[in-house]
């Protein structure tokens, strides 16, 4: 079904919520959950010890083929595009596409802020650093949780929410792992990196909570394109 607007309608509405969601004391524990498995990978050695592992058993000319691809996935300007997206949904025409598109700006918007923030306040450094090691070093660098991994997981997630049972759910799954694993792949994450940047997320998506329906900020002011169908 397609939606014309017939009022600008709010880019931003229903996203006070969202930030309620994702900014409550339950998703803080969750968080910190998170940081706790991450810094026992890093200090256990298994960060270093996977690295080794995917570049002697699975890096290769394919692997560096499929990486390239998750790595433009996870690229800055899709945040752009996920913005564009939100826009036409909200002042010109809501289809699905536009809709999901609205649902990963609003997913970014909210977990941005917590990805900076892991980044910066954990401050550790990549493999391809000139002395290499994931240990946290408060505010030296950003590189404690992956960029990468959070923008190429978050339409691969919504997706997934919006499938629900079906199917194609464990696909979208796995694709939400393709930009972190690239950074893997081409040594600038370790796995702990990759693990925060992709359960930030995982986070943000559960907070936004699309189902691939109207947005619930859509009410009364629109015109149906088709007028036999009156319900999404």
């Excluded at 433009?72 to 596409?97: C, I, K, M, T, Y």
């Excluded at 893997?184 to 995982?202: C, E, M, P, T």
Aim: glycine share 8%.
């Amino acid at each position: 079904m397609s939606v014309l607007r017939s009022d600008p309608q709010p880019m931003f509405r229903g996203t006070g919520d969202h930030w309620r969601r994702q900014y409550s004391r339950r998703s803080f524990l969750k968080l910190g959950a998170a940081v706790v498995v991450a810094g026992a990978v890093v200090y256990s050695g298994a960060d270093e010890a996977a690295t080794r592992l995917h570049d002697k058993h699975v890096r290769s000319k394919s692997s560096d083929r499929l990486s390239r691809v998750g790595y433009e996935l996870g690229q800055r300007p899709w945040f752009l595009a996920w913005a564009g997206l939100a826009a036409v949904d909200a002042w010109v025409r809501s289809n699905p596409l536009t809709r999901w598109g609205r649902a990963n700006f609003e997913t970014m918007a909210v977990g941005l802020p917590v990805l900076w923030t892991v980044q910066r306040a954990l401050g550790a450094d990549r493999p391809s650093a000139d002395e290499p090691t994931p240990n946290w070093r408060p505010f030296a660098s950003d590189h404690a949780a992956s960029g990468h991994a959070f923008i190429g997981a978050v339409p691969w997630l919504n997706a997934a929410r919006a499938a629900g049972l079906h199917r194609w759910r464990p696909l979208l799954l796995m694709g939400s792992t393709l930009s972190g694993w690239s950074r893997l792949n081409d040594r600038k994450h370790y796995l702990s990196q990759v693990w925060l940047g992709w359960f930030i997320a995982w986070q943000a998506t559960n907070a936004v909570g699309y189902r691939g329906g109207q947005p619930a900020a859509i009410d009364a002011d629109v015109t149906v394109a088709d007028p036999k169908e009156s319900s999404c």
